[in-house]
């Protein structure tokens, strides 16, 4: 099971796969609820919690990095609708140097 999680984060991480299609798959996969609305909700609820810790990882690690996240940064960071924009910004801060170098156009 650990193996498919991985293979889907890795398509999501490719752009071959969007996060809500990765939930779905999961949720198929870890028998969710058959009723489709329910289901859907499963979906949303999956990919808010996904979005909202990679933020708080983002985050975090800025914070481990005794990088001082202020209420201009966070509050995009915690807002932002896109994994992909999020994970661009994880990668980031993994050598950024203030908070603001997460939104730097390269």
Known sequence: MGDLRSGLEDLR?????SL??????RA???KRPDD?????EWV???TAGYKAALAGAVQRLLEARDIT????VS?????????DTLTL?????????????LFAEK
């Open 36 to 40: 489709e609305h329910e289901d859907e």
């Open 75 to 83: 509050r995009p960071l915690h807002l932002c609708p896109d994994p």
């Open 89 to 101: 910004w994880f990668d980031r801060s993994l050598t950024a140097t203030t908070a603001e170098d």
């Open 69 to 72: 996240v202020p209420k201009e």
């Open 28 to 30: 198929r996969v870890d």
């Open 44 to 46: 949303r609820g999956y």
């Open 20 to 25: 809500q299609d990765m939930a779905r798959v």
């Open 13 to 17: 991480q490719q752009a071959s796969l």
